[in-house]
């Protein structure tokens, strides 16, 4: 058994070095065929025309052999296409460069400048005259007057320049992340691209093989249940050693790749284009689709660790049982499903504030668009967080969502479950969690106050939806930061990539506004306590070390005090730890202040030794 553990890790460590590797092989090749694909959907102009800049450019057909160099060359082709493509509707439906020479030359007739509307009657056609009329009207002579011809001429370019990109955009291309992934993942050649399937056997498969042989064979190198975390601390992968450090730095690259810079994971996201067709056929996997398998696979194979792990302690397992279900059916497979019948891909069970897009103009057009269930998923939306949330936050505490359903505690609780000691105890880390968490919740309210002003008026009220802003924000602007620092840098690089630095719930404890939405009601109103038996504590202070949220239970089961603690997930692990039994999760009434009441004597001390002194002498 010994030797199988040994085997699985290195099977893993090889699978991931491979996985790692895949990144630097095959070569990229912007071909016609891949950039017929890339742009698969979008007017044949847009192809033709890129193709041309390609050839132009001495770009198609040239093979790279990295990524790197291929968008190097390839971002400059975005903006030369947007030219070029602007140039030919201007010639088709716009205002051509010979009918703006006209217009100058009659507006800059003897050396001054009179440009007047009749000058534009006399040189375009009725459409557009009216469309140049509308953007130049103001520099219409004499109430605009002109120093120079060439001041004029700059000004009236520029405006001509703007009309006919407008009339184009249906045509123009963004050198954006989304772009950049797209065309260097369909110009991928090689051996990756050659060989999908062999490869996502090679790594995914091989992976799970490997860390299922470790983890499995646990389960007879150890056959008596319980929890073992002897060593816990001597272990250089879980006291921020060395390998922590290296699972760190993996992590954190991980998450800036995926989400800044996307196209260099382009080769990841091509190997598990086989499991993308079991949806869509002859499927092509988005950096998304990468996101989630990865987040599904780790979480199931964690998972069965948790379940050896904790398998006598039936609340751990039914409690894993239950965030996997959530994970592979609502976050993983509806998400891939639901598209295939027209209806928003969405994670059902993604509740406001966690869902900071809930109400942005794109999805909410995205549900609006999808006949009656699409409606019903948005209205769905609402009485989740409005109803559901808080009733069952009264019922049962945050932990019905935290530790059963949420997809970032269920990374927590099966991945992170191995760092769930290095959570921060100090009074100083209690601090900086009230300052963050409840800024961000209010920053999370105002985002979504600014956004959905928007979004009704651009629903309801087009006509009102011009400057995109309420309160003098920016609805875009407000959405896109909120976006980066929040969404991506502090519940992705920070959240998870911190995992081996500090610990397992960084993000649920300091930043998820619905974990503070949640909290609050949770302390001031609910059923939810943990009871102490402080009698039986003998202060080994397990409950407080594998608190994730760094809550420090043994105080409380020092004074035979309940648990009542805006940021207790309800994990239970406190419980499961605990060698005495002291420590319970219970759903009690809500008796106000005797829910948080502290005992003046400690439970089971309740006696005077002088007194019991005196009564022996008697
Ligand atoms: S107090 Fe116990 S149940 Fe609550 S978060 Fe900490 S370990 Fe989990
Ligand atoms: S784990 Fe149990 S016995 Fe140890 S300090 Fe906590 S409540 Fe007391």
């Not at 030219?83 to 010979?98: P, R």
């Not at 000691?421 to 920053?443: G, V």
Request: charged residues 20%.
């Amino acid at each position: 058994m010994k030797f199988i553990r040994i085997a699985g890790l290195y099977i893993f460590i090889g699978s991931v070095l491979l996985f790692i590797a895949t990144l630097f092989m095959g070569n990229y090749t912007l071909s016609q065929t891949s950039i017929e694909k890339t742009f698969d959907g979008k007017d044949a102009k847009v192809t033709e025309t890129f193709i041309a800049v390609a050839k132009e450019n001495g770009v198609l057909d040239k093979t790279y052999n990295d990524q790197f160099s291929f968008i190097n060359d390839v971002k400059g082709l975005f903006d030369k296409h947007n030219e070029k493509i602007t140039q030919a509707v201007a010639e088709e439906k716009g205002i051509t460069s010979t009918q703006t020479k006209k217009i100058i030359n009659d507006a800059t007739q003897g050396g001054s400048v009179s440009y007047t509307k009749d000058v534009l009657e006399k040189n375009l056609a009725e459409a557009e005259v009216t469309s140049l009329d509308k953007a130049t009207n103001w520099m219409y002579s004499p109430k605009k007057t002109y120093d120079s011809a060439e001041a004029f001429q700059k000004d009236l370019k520029t405006k001509i320049s703007e009309i006919n990109k407008n009339k184009a955009k249906d045509f123009l291309l963004y050198d954006n992340k989304y772009a950049r992934f797209n065309i260097t993942e369909r110009a991928a050649t090689g051996i990756i691209a050659d060989n999908k399937a062999l490869f996502l056997f090679l790594t995914f498969g091989l992976g799970i093989i490997g860390s299922l042989m470790f983890i499995i064979s646990r389960l007879f190198l150890k056959p008596i249940p319980g929890i073992k975390n002897n060593g816990i601390y001597l272990n250089n992968a879980t006291n921020r050693g060395w390998v922590g450090i290296v699972v760190f730095g993996f992590l954190v690259s991980f998450y800036v790749l995926l989400y800044f810079h996307p196209y260099i994971i382009s080769n990841w996201t091509n190997i598990l284009d086989p499991v993308k067709s079991i949806f869509i056929e002859n499927g092509s996997a988005s950096q998304w689709f990468l996101y989630g398998i990865l987040y599904t696979v780790s979480m199931t194979v964690m998972g069965i660790r948790m379940f050896i792990k904790y398998r006598h302690n039936q609340y751990q397992v039914v409690r894993t049982a239950s965030v996997l279900f959530f994970q592979i059916i609502f976050a993983f497979l509806l998400v891939e499903i639901l598209p295939l019948f027209d209806l928003p891909g969405v994670d059902l069970k993604n509740a406001w504030p966690l869902d900071y897009n809930f109400l942005t103009d794109w999805n909410v057009k995205n549900y609006l668009d999808s006949g009656h269930l699409g409606k019903f998923m948005f209205f769905w939306g609402f009485i989740l967080s409005i109803v559901v949330v808080p009733l069952l936050v009264y019922i049962y505490g945050k932990r019905w969502y935290c530790s059963w359903v949420c997809g970032c505690g269920g990374l927590a609780e099966t991945l992170g479950d191995p760092y769930r000691q290095l959570s921060d105890k100090r009074l100083i880390a209690w601090k900086i969690e009230r300052w963050l968490l409840y800024p961000i919740l209010i920053f999370a309210i105002v985002m979504t106050v600014v956004v959905g002003y928007n979004t009704y008026n651009i629903v309801v009220t087009p006509e009102l939806a011009n400057d995109h802003t309420f309160l003098g924000i920016n609805a875009y602007a407000i959405n896109e930061w909120y976006g980066f620092f929040i969404g991506s840098i502090f519940a992705g690089v920070i959240g998870t990539g911190f995992y081996p630095l500090l610990g397992n719930r960084t993000w649920c404890r300091f930043g998820c506004p619905l974990a503070a939405y949640m909290g609050l009601i949770q302390r001031f109103k609910s059923k939810f306590r943990i009871t102490t038996n402080g009698g039986q504590c003998i202060s080994c202070g397990n409950c407080s070390t594998y608190c994730e949220q760094g809550i420090d239970v043994r105080a409380y089961a020092q004074k035979g005090q309940n648990i009542v603690r805006a940021s207790c997930v309800g994990c239970g692990v406190c419980s499961a730890v605990c060698p005495r039994g002291v420590l319970k999760l219970e759903n009690g009434n809500d008796d106000g202040a005797t829910r948080h009441e502290v005992p003046e004597v400690i439970l089971g001390n309740d006696m005077d030794l002088f007194e019991m002194l005196e009564e022996s002498k008697k």
